[in-house]
């Protein structure tokens, strides 16, 4: 099963990128801006495999550049939390 057809394996996904990228020393500015990166990424060239990734899709087109700056805040405060339960 691909982590793309699971939402919670996608969620581990980005929890552990976000710990290694933390490991090696990059700042939470620079994390902040590669998930603001991939967001308008996934939102230009990948289609939503399930209703959680359709729902952040329509959320980010939706949005601003201020508003998706703070969608891929929350993401990467969302697997942070996450890897500290």
Same mark, same amino acid.
């Given at each position: =099963?691909? *982590? &793309? @057809?699971?939402? +919670?394996?996608?969620? !581990?996904?980005?929890? !552990? &990128?976000? $710990? #290694?990228?933390?490991? @090696?020393? =990059?700042?939470?500015?620079?994390?902040? +801006?590669?998930?603001? !990166?991939?967001?308008?990424?996934?939102?230009? #060239?990948? /289609?939503? $495999? @399930?209703?959680?990734?359709?729902?952040?899709? !329509?959320?980010? @087109?939706?949005?601003? #550049?201020? #508003? $998706?700056?703070?969608?891929?805040?929350? =993401? *990467?405060?969302?697997? /942070? +939390?996450?890897?500290?339960?």
């Amino acid at each position: =099963m691909s *982590v &793309r @057809n699971n939402f +919670e394996s996608w969620k !581990d996904f980005l929890g !552990d &990128r976000l $710990q #290694e990228a933390q490991g @090696n020393g =990059m700042s939470n500015k620079a994390i902040s +801006e590669f998930a603001f !990166d991939i967001g308008n990424y996934l939102s230009t #060239e990948v /289609q939503a $495999q @399930n209703e959680q990734e359709q729902i952040l899709h !329509d959320l980010w @087109n939706a949005a601003d #550049e201020k #508003e $998706q700056h703070a969608i891929a805040n929350i =993401m *990467v405060k969302l697997v /942070q +939390e996450q890897g500290n339960k």
